[in-house]
Nanobody
Framework: QVQLVESGGRSVQAGGSLRLSCQAS????????TGWFRQAPGKEREFVAL????????FYADSVKGRFTISRDNPENTLYLQMDSLKPEDKAVYHC???????????????WGQGTQVTVAS
């Protein structure tokens, strides 16, 4: 059973930074597409960033481009999301996900973590 566990979410001031982590059980990221999505209250889940686990091909939502960075630690089987220059509109529950297609469509991802809450105070 593949398990993804996010951590690192908390409350920060606007302009601050956070690094989210996504720890995977076993080695489920190998050969896959890994991504971060977020969901704010009353809104649809939206794409944030994705990358190929083997490396490269990072892609970002326009709303976070230049502020967020997706990366991974292959030996540790951990996915990261470095978030800088945070804005109040970044407040959401952030989820990591694993899929097999290079797509921003969340329905194409088959494994999801429970999420970690990010709050940005203005």
């Amino acid at each position: 059973q593949v398990q993804l566990v996010e951590s690192g979410g908390r409350s920060v001031q606007a302009g601050g930074s956070l690094r989210l982590s996504c720890q995977a059980s076993a080695r489920p990221f190998t050969g896959t597409i890994t991504g971060w999505f977020r969901q704010a209250p009353g809104k649809e889940r939206e794409f944030v960033a994705l990358m190929r686990w083997r490396g490269g091909s990072e892609f970002y939502a326009d709303s976070v481009k230049g502020r967020f960075t997706i990366s991974r630690d292959n030996p540790e089987n951990t996915l990261y999301l470095q978030m800088d220059s945070l804005k109040p509109e970044d407040k959401a529950v952030y989820h990591c996900a694993r899929g097999s297609q290079y797509t921003t469509n969340p329905q194409a991802y088959d494994y999801w973590g429970q999420g970690t809450q990010v709050t940005v105070a203005s």
